[in-house]
């Protein structure tokens, strides 16, 4: 079963994925010596990125088979061992994400430590971070725990500005009845976040089925929420003006474009609404069913921030149903696009995922090695991954 989602992810400049010499990468896990980043590529690099994943009949054996001026134009050698998180790092990438992960990273490269709060700030982590570092205490690198008074600062903000679009999401939640679901940042910051400013996002997400969006609509419009802009496939947006700024809603009858690269994916929103559960004055998707929506969202979003991953680590840590997980990735035509997230944030994060949940999603070797070479050095810090909907 095809999974639809791929044609949206990130691709490389070069299609020789495979031959990539991880010896001569110039990245020493165990220093942050930087290496050269790795190309973003185009959007007909994604196109075919994307097609080769389907379509290219590559062998399964541990091979490499590259081009040459021979008659017969080809020859084998064995692959080498590939170390992903090394490949998929960068400098401050390296710093972040051992950090997260509880280890006492040191860095001896030339960085810069207003560069790596910006890489914190830009990727939703600073409330994440600043939370690592106290936890790691007298063995966190001094420069880390020099930076805490700027992380504590911003993740103050984001708090600040998290709260009141939560106390907007309950008040709409309060006259909906059941009718709607919140999802993404806003179910996530509420269910599997210790605080709701962890977990920063921008607009509330509500999803709801189609039959339903005329009565949802109706509440929006009395709570003194007004559409803003045109509605695509998807969504419309709705915003109101309220005292600590514009709160906006993006009102939901699918979670995918159906006219877009993701229009092969079934997102069976009844079953959702129906296995909801309430999470305080929200209503939220199970958490098998987010985990899935997390997954359409990892790869329309162009994995564009790194929290995304901890949402997948958070996930996992709640302790899902993973033969349910599985049989819905399938159905909804997610499962690679679920394995994406889960198999980067077990990797880069120590993900409590069980391996046999990611073998039972995991596509084939190829096509692994492949994806995660799409999202190497600093393409997986790059912000807004060509985010354009037209591809």
Request: aromatic residues 6%.
């Amino acid at each position: 079963m095809v999974d639809a989602n791929l044609a949206s992810l990130p691709g490389s400049s070069s299609l020789s994925v495979q031959n990539r010499n991880v010896n001569a990468s110039g990245f020493s896990f165990g220093s942050c010596a930087p290496r050269r980043p790795a190309s973003r590529g185009t959007i007909n690099a994604i196109r075919i990125m994307a097609t080769l994943v389907w379509t290219i009949p590559l062998p399964s054996s541990t091979v490499v088979r590259r081009r040459t001026g021979h008659e017969n134009g080809l020859f084998q050698h064995p692959i080498q061992r590939v170390d992903w998180i090394a490949l998929s790092t960068d400098l401050y990438g390296h710093l972040i994400l051992g950090t997260l992960r509880g280890e006492a990273v040191r860095c001896r490269g030339d960085w810069t430590p207003r560069r790596l709060l910006w890489r914190v700030y830009e990727h939703g982590l600073a409330g994440l971070l600043a939370e690592a570092i106290v936890r790691l205490g007298p063995r966190a690198d001094p420069v880390l725990i020099a930076l805490l008074p700027d992380l504590h600062a911003n993740a103050a903000a984001q708090e600040a500005v998290v709260r009141p679009k939560l106390q907007a999401a309950a008040e709409i939640s309060a006259a909906l009845d059941g009718a709607a679901v919140w999802v993404k940042g806003a179910a996530l910051s509420s269910t599997v976040y210790e605080q709701p400013g962890l977990r920063t996002f921008g607009d509330l997400d509500l999803l709801t089925a189609p039959a339903s969006v005329p009565a949802v609509v109706g509440v929006l419009e009395r709570l003194g929420f007004a559409r803003e802009g045109p509605a695509d496939s998807m969504a419309a947006s709705y915003e109101r003006s309220d005292p600590v700024g514009v709160v906006a809603v993006d009102l939901h009858w699918d979670f995918v474009e159906k006219d877009g690269p993701q229009g092969a994916v079934e997102i069976p929103i009844d079953d959702i609404l129906a296995r909801s559960r309430p999470a305080g004055a929200l209503r939220v998707p199970s958490t098998e069913d987010s985990l899935l929506l997390g997954a359409a969202n990892l790869v329309r979003s162009r994995v564009d921030r790194m929290v995304l991953l901890v949402d997948f680590a958070r996930l996992a840590a709640a302790g899902p149903d993973w033969s349910a997980v599985r049989e819905r990735a399938v159905a909804w035509r997610l499962r690679t696009s679920l394995w994406l997230g889960l198999a980067l944030a077990k990797e880069h994060l120590g993900a409590a995922v069980p391996d046999e949940a990611l073998e039972g999603l995991s596509p084939a070797r190829w096509k692994t090695d492949l994806l995660r070479g799409m999202l190497g050095g600093s393409t997986l810090w790059a912000r807004r991954k060509i985010r354009a909907r037209a591809i």
